[in-house]
């Protein structure tokens, strides 16, 4: 079984996370050409494209009153290409944003050490968590204050990817965001530091029930993982719930590397292209969970936490509770080009092992269960502990 899973492994590349600028100016170099190429070989349409260009670049150059440098203008033809495919999932990165992308999933960088996601509907950006002891959680970031600014941009509708990187810096350098709590507007200052996410948090919840928080799948997160399930089973842990609340996605490999871990053998999730070709991803028989598992996820469950938790209601091994999931069944997957930049594309749907796209779907939990803010402790939680000791 092990030789037939490496034949069929996902790439590293393949993200399932859940992730617009469009500016177009006249360039005689390889912005003109890469449109060109996207004609597909026809040549009126070539002709008419650059002639197109040539006339904004015109009026661009009579009449724009502000200095501009060409290497945003550049930039910014590559964007609208990307952007013009109407996937809010697909997008161009220019070199600098590609190495910050990068260092994130990787799982430590230069920031302010907080979550956000992003509601690809209205492109409103919400704080999942500022990490305890961070920058952000010093300046005063609250669970789900939304980001307004950034040095005084509004990025309501921005790449999350590219805020992200907005908000990281070189170490001792300060960045200042206005956030909005409620009707209120604040303006928050803090100074970026070295972060390592701790994507895995972990604890004994009675005697023989542990509990492991995954708050996304990083390239730290498998090794977290693994390290969390040993010291829990060393407590004495006999059942395990695992929290997938607010966990965006992340990638692939990980994800199923946690899964080969907890699942008995079999397939563990596969993905189909657009020619229809197939890659899966399968459980070995060397290592499975042998006691009882509950899955706490809720609206902002998406991607690779999907894949996990459509894995987990597949297999029967595991009782999934909260609220529908978010809905993302794609996949990623991110291309370097020679000069140092990047595009990210889907490439993919994923399907469930007995066959179930999710995407705009999501899953819905095996026990539907509001999350009470009104509760002293965490309703939801409190009742995974309850199945699990029955």
């Known amino acids: 079984m092990k030789e037939d899973k490496k034949n069929h492994s996902f790439r590293k590349g393949l993200i399932a996370g859940a992730l617009i600028m469009a500016l177009l100016m006249g360039l005689s170099g390889c912005g003109v050409r890469f449109y060109t190429q996207f004609a597909r070989g026809d040549k009126g349409q070539e002709e008419q494209v650059d002639a197109k260009i040539q006339e904004l670049n015109k009026y661009i150059d009579q009449y724009y009153l502000f200095d501009y440098e060409e290497e945003d203008v550049e930039n910014g033809i590559y964007k609208g290409l990307m952007a013009g495919l109407g996937d809010i999932y697909t997008g161009y990165y220019t070199p600098e944003e590609y190495a910050s992308f990068m260092e994130s999933s990787n799982g430590t960088y230069s920031g302010i050490g907080a979550m956000l996601s992003q509601d690809y509907n209205t492109g409103i950006i919400t704080v999942v968590r500022a990490f305890e002891g961070s ?38 350098t300060e960045v200042t965001l206005s956030i ?20 895995v948090e972990y604890r004994m919840e009675t005697d023989q029930i542990g509990y492991i928080s995954i708050s996304e799948f990083d390239d730290v997160t498998q090794e977290q993982f693994m390290s969390a399930l040993e010291a829990l089973e060393g407590q004495g842990m006999k059942d395990l719930i695992i929290d997938l609340r607010n966990n965006g996605g992340g990638l692939v490999d990980v994800t199923c590397a946690i899964l080969d871990r907890l699942l008995p053998e079999g397939m563990i999730v596969y993905t189909e292209d657009k020619y ?40 029967g091994v595991g009782t999934l509770i909260g609220t529908q999931t978010f809905g993302k069944g794609i996949v990623q997957s991110l291309f370097p080009l020679s000069d140092g930049s990047a595009i990210k594309i889907t490439v993919s749907r ?21 999350y009470d803010k009104e509760a002293e402790g965490d309703n939801q939680l409190e009742k995974a502990i309850e199945v699990l000791s029955q």
């Open 135 to 172: 920058p952000a959680a010093e300046a005063g970031m609250q669970t789900d204050d939304i980001l307004y600014k950034v040095e005084g941009e509004e990025v309501t509708g921005k790449d999350l990817s590219l805020v992200v990187a907005d908000l990281k810096g070189e170490e001792g």
């Open 350 to 370: 994923y399907y469930t092992p007995a066959g179930n796209n999710i995407h705009e779907v999501g899953i819905e939990p095996d026990i539907v269960l509001e």
């Open 180 to 199: 909005l709590r409620g009707t209120d507007e604040m303006e928050l200052t803090m100074e970026r530091r070295n972060i390592q996410v701790p994507t």
């Open 276 to 315: 229809g070709e197939r890659q899966e991803q399968i459980s070995d028989a060397e290592h499975y969970f042998e006691g009882k598992m509950a899955v706490l996820v809720n609206g902002n469950s998406a991607s690779a936490s999907e894949i996990f938790a459509g894995a987990i209601k597949d297999y």
